[in-house]
């Protein structure tokens, strides 16, 4: 079973559109973040959230996190190619401190 | 800052082999990861280090997975013998202490990770 479920698994869009990707649990978590993973390369830390119901601006990209604390999403608007990449949501499960992952939402944005 | 370093990046081995791999964390890190990421799903925590003492090695398959951290910087990991179901990529990631771990708030910096390919 996975803690973490992130959909859509796949996504392909056009440079220009907006998209959302979303990660969703049954189990509450103290923290959730987002990374992004580009090809041949580690994870890349995005941004954390912490409390319910928060969110996150980073440029082109907004991050919300449930006020139950037991989901989260990602939000990119008007997407460009440098975008592209595997997009992995991770968090502490209650006062668990082990990192745990979803599997990751697989963007492609065409020019 | 140089970033988490790890080698080889690629290595193709047949089963029932041995491969090892290296990690040199960010200097200063004290806790050091290995992950276990399969071709379609997340990183998977294989070992966490504290300086040079294990904090949690559930995920580890001991019968064949070791893993080292003799002076609290650099870390090697070994598969003996390999399965086809190691095939993987095996990330290193470090972080910089226990109190930001403890929040939930800790940032894990990762390498960029070795492919193996287990034939």
């Known amino acids: 079973t996975q803690l973490l479920e992130q959909s859509p698994q796949f996504l392909s869009i056009q440079e220009g559109e907006n998209l959302t990707v979303y990660c969703n649990s049954s189990?509450?978590?103290?923290?959730l973040q987002w990374y992004r993973q580009e090809p041949g390369e580690g994870p890349v830390l995005l941004v954390t959230?912490?409390?319910?119901?928060e969110v996150k601006k980073l440029k082109r990209l907004t991050f919300q996190f449930g006020d139950a604390r037991k989901d989260s999403s990602l939000h990119i608007t008007a997407a460009q190619p440098g975008d592209t990449g595997l997009y992995l949501c991770?968090?502490?499960?209650?006062?668990?401190?082990?990192?745990?992952f979803g599997k990751g939402t697989l963007l492609t944005v065409n020019p | 800052e140089a970033g988490v370093a790890q080698s080889p990046r690629y290595k193709i081995i047949e089963k029932r082999q041995s491969v090892a791999f290296w990690c040199n964390p960010i200097?200063?890190?004290?806790?050091l990861y290995w992950y276990q990421q399969i071709l379609g799903q997340g990183p998977k925590l294989l070992i966490q280090?504290?300086?040079?003492?294990?904090?949690?090695d559930s995920q580890l398959p001991k019968d064949r997975f070791s893993a080292e951290r003799l002076k609290g910087v650099d870390s090697t990991l070994k598969i003996q013998p390999a399965k086809l179901e190691d095939s993987a990529v095996y990330l290193c990631?470090?972080?910089?202490?226990?109190?930001?771990?403890?929040?939930?708030?800790?940032?894990?910096?990762f390498g960029p990770g070795t492919r193996l390919t287990v034939l």
């Open positions: 990631a470090s972080s910089l202490d226990v109190l930001s771990r403890q929040s939930g708030t800790d940032t894990q910096y």
């Open positions: 189990s509450v978590f103290s923290s």
């Open positions: 959230v912490v409390t319910g119901g």
């Open positions: 991770a968090g502490h499960p209650g006062s668990n401190y082990k990192l745990t």
């Open positions: 200097s200063g890190h004290a806790t």
């Open positions: 280090f504290q300086n040079n003492g294990v904090v949690d």
